[in-house]
Structures are given as C-alpha cells and as structure tokens.
C-alpha cells in the first residue's frame, strides 16, 4: 500500500524566514514517483516538482528546494526568505512506477507567511 | 494556453437529487482522473480514464457514482440520490499521457454541497 505522511497539519512563521515542510512515505515499490503541489486560497493545485525513486539528488529552484532521502524515505521541502505569497496548502504526493496507478496524495500542510 | 476547466465552480443540491460534474481538460491530455477533497483532507482518487475507457475506477465510493467520457475529452462524474457526506470539492486534472512521471495538471474543482 502506498502512504503519505505529513505530519505538520499547519506552520506558522513570519516574512522572510525559511521553513521546512516534512514529507514522509510508504512504499514496496522500488521505483516510484514523488511530487509537490502547492494549492493557494483559489483552490488550484499547482505542480512544484517530480522526482524519481532513482534520482537522489537535491534540487533547487529559487527559493525552493527538495531533499530526497531514500534511506529515510523522506521527500521534505524548504522554503528559503519567505513571502507572503507563499501562504498555502502545500501536498506531497507518491506515484507507483507501474500499470495504471493512481497520485497518493498526503493530507497537507498549511502555511501561513506573516508580514 | 488554457487549463483545466470545471464547471460548475459550486453546486447546491438537496439531499436525493442526481448531479452532474463536467470537466474540461487541457487539449491534448489523454488522461484524465476525478478526485475528491473533504476539508482539511488531501484529494482522494475517485476514478482515472486513459482516452474513453476508465482505466482505473477502484476509488468510487459506491454504485452512486459513475464517470463517463464518451469522446476521450470532456468528462461527467455523476452523483444519483445525492448524501450529505458527499458534500466535498470535486477536482479533475489532466495529463498528457498515462506515464506515471506525467504531472497531473488540476482543475479549480467543483464545490458540491448537499443540504
């Protein structure tokens, strides 16, 4: 069976700074597929990022970056210099690398940035 | 270019009552998944269609529920004898193929409400 845990229900910090948002996963699989998706106040999901059971690699995009751990099958996302903007419900999300499997998402966790 | 589109964006309806949830995907996607999403919940799978078939229908609730999508684009999730407990957003996404490292790309959902 394929789990999501994201322990921190809701994160509160104030304007520019970071905060880490924990993502932990079950899986048998071997190979397999994590995402991140942001869901602002309008209600959208928005995909932040995917990444491969195989691709252990850290990846920055600006202010984001994700840390992937296999060992500890961890998958946690960090905002650095927080803005306001960034204010949503954000979820962590794990996909079967075979057949017609469908996205297991976590149950989020809500940031809120204060000015 | 456009996104997903879902209409209504909120539906009312009274307790028993039939309805219908319409879903328009990005041009092009050939896959297309209904999810579900209580408050303070991640989305649930529903029901995933690879072109017009439903490759995938293991997260309907029950026999209430059914999802066509005669043409492999525009889909309908309908809901017969409407319950309160399936008061939730309903939201669809799309991606451009069935592989599994395929974003899936959301909707603004449907905001069912049975009184």
């Known amino acids: 069976a394929q789990k999501v845990t994201q322990a921190q229900t809701e994160i509160s910090v104030v304007e520019k700074e970071d905060v880490t948002l924990d993502c932990v996963y079950e899986?048998?699989?071997?190979?397999?597929?994590l995402f991140w998706y942001k869901q602002p106040p309008s209600g959208e999901l928005v995909f932040l990022i995917r990444?491969?059971?195989?691709?252990?690699q850290n990846e920055i995009s600006g202010r984001y970056s994700w840390n992937f751990q296999k060992s500890t099958s961890s998958f946690n996302f960090t905002i650095t210099a927080s803005q306001v903007v960034d204010s949503a419900v954000y979820f962590c999300?794990?996909?079967?690398?075979?057949?017609?499997?469908?996205?297991?998402f976590g149950k989020g966790t809500r940031l809120s940035v204060i000015a | 270019g456009a996104g997903v589109s879902q209409t209504p964006s909120n539906k009312v309806t009274e307790k028993g009552k039939y309805v219908e949830l319409r879903c328009d995907p990005i041009?092009?996607?050939?896959?297309l998944y209904w999810y579900r999403q209580s408050l303070g919940q991640g989305p649930e799978f529903l029901i995933y269609?690879?072109?017009?078939?439903?490759?995938?229908d293991s997260g309907l609730p029950n026999d209430r529920f059914f999802a066509v999508r005669p043409e492999g684009s525009v889909s309908t999730l309908k809901i017969q004898r409407t319950e309160r407990g399936d008061s939730a957003v309903y939201l669809c996404?799309?991606?451009?193929?069935?592989?599994?490292?395929?974003?899936?790309?959301f909707g603004n959902g449907t905001r069912l409400t049975v009184t």
């Open positions: 899986t048998r699989d071997t190979t397999y597929y």
């Open positions: 269609f690879q072109g017009t078939g439903a490759a995938d």
């Open positions: 996404a799309s991606s451009l193929t069935r592989a599994t490292n395929s974003p899936l790309h």
């Open positions: 041009s092009g996607h050939t896959a």
């Open positions: 990444r491969n059971s195989f691709d252990e």
């Open positions: 999300a794990l996909r079967r690398n075979s057949g017609n499997t469908p996205l297991v």
